[in-house]
């Protein structure tokens, strides 16, 4: 595990309340896609420590990304929200077992809510800059259409290769909406997974998500060994 000084040198607006921050370490982090790193900032005096996922691929090693939602009256994302360009963050990882491994499955169901969508776009940007065989379907649920984090790049990722297939799911739909409506259920992913004895599944997101995502797919055939979890608590 390293300890690597970072510097910030990009801050990208994702939805109203979620950010992507650009790091530049001054040691590499050498991670999987899927692991996270500890965040750290000196804020009022003290030393505060969160967890956030690697939402870059592995592929530069010194120059990452994390995807952060700010929790409402939270301690870390909001001062971290206040940060600026060349402002110093120190990045201790990787940690968890939360990982794509290469060659692992040819089938991945990537189910995401929120801000639950950070460790799978470094798996789905891993597979796809490795050309690898393997076909990712990613639901991905979210309350609105602004609140669905890297929609535009997910989409071009998708129209570009025949491998990635998305399917969104909102609590709120606006009128006229394709995707889903509502929670994930049952039904929905029954419809678009038809054999759940292959496909590896991941699940990330908030913890009352994740329960009911875990039994949902147990239920329709996926046996334990083929689910990966993280919850964002
Ligand atoms: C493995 C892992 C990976 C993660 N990856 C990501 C990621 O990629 N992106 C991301 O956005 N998040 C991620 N998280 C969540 C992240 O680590 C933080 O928990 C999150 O950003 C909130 O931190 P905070 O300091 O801003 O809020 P905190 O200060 O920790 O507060 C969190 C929430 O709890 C409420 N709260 C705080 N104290 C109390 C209290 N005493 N009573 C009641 N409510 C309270 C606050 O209002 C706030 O809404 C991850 C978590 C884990 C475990």
């Not at 129209?159 to 969104?168: E, G, R, T, V």
């Not at 759940?196 to 997101?205: A, E, H, N, Q, T």
Request: positive net charge; aromatic residues 8%; charged residues 25%.
């Amino acid at each position: 595990m390293a300890e690597s000084r970072g510097i910030i040198t990009g801050i990208k607006d994702e939805t109203p309340n979620t950010k992507t921050f650009r790091v530049k370490l001054d040691k590499p982090i050498n991670f999987l896609p899927g692991q996270f790193a500890m965040l750290c900032l000196t804020i009022e005096g003290q030393l505060v420590k969160r967890a956030y996922s690697f939402s870059s691929s592995p592929a530069n090693p010194k120059d990452v990304e994390f995807t952060v939602k700010r929790a409402p009256d939270g301690k870390f994302a909001p001062h971290l929200f206040s940060s600026r360009i060349n402002d110093a963050v120190t990045v201790e990882g990787p940690h968890g077992i939360f990982t794509y491994i290469d060659n692992s499955a040819r089938d991945l169901v990537l189910i995401a809510g929120g801000s639950g969508i950070a460790p799978m776009r470094a798996i789905i940007r891993h597979i796809l800059e490795q050309k690898q065989d393997v076909r990712i379907q990613l639901i991905y649920a979210n309350k609105t259409l602004r609140d669905i984090i890297f929609k535009e790049e997910l989409d071009e990722l998708s129209s570009a290769n025949d491998n990635l297939a998305l399917h969104y799911v909102l609590e709120n739909p606006p009128s006229g909406w394709k995707g889903g409506a509502g929670f994930i259920t049952h039904d929905f992913i029954k419809k678009r997974v038809r054999d759940f004895s292959k496909p590896l599944f991941y699940i990330c997101g908030p913890p009352p998500m994740v329960q009911k995502m875990i039994e949902t797919v147990t239920r329709l055939g996926a046996t334990h060994d083929r689910i990966k979890l993280e919850q964002f608590n």
